[in-house]
């Protein structure tokens, strides 16, 4: 499982990590760390953040990395929403 959740996670980058990249003792020792839960959900809550309360430097470095070519997780159609909440106040 942990394999598979690896590659999951790792196969859009560029330089993706695997398991088997590091020694056994070190996965080892780290997979006993990991704790599994479950929770039952009753109700969620949704909030619109767009980078409105950050300054206008941090929200253009969100904007061109939402539009970076190489970023595995490049969004242009959320770059346009967050360029679309300054304009509208959020």
Not at 2 to 13: A, V
């Amino acid at each position: 499982q942990l394999d598979d959740l690896t590659r999951c996670h790792e196969g859009k980058r560029p330089k993706p990590w695997a398991v088997a990249d590091a020694p056994a003792d070190y996965i080892a020792a780290q997979m006993k760390a990991i704790v599994g839960i479950e929770i039952t959900i009753t109700s969620i809550a949704g909030k619109w953040k767009m980078s409105q309360n950050k300054s206008e430097a941090d929200r253009s470095g969100v904007l061109s990395g939402l539009r970076a070519e190489h970023d595995p997780h490049r969004n242009p159609a959320l770059a346009d929403q967050v360029e679309a909440s300054k304009q509208t106040g959020g």
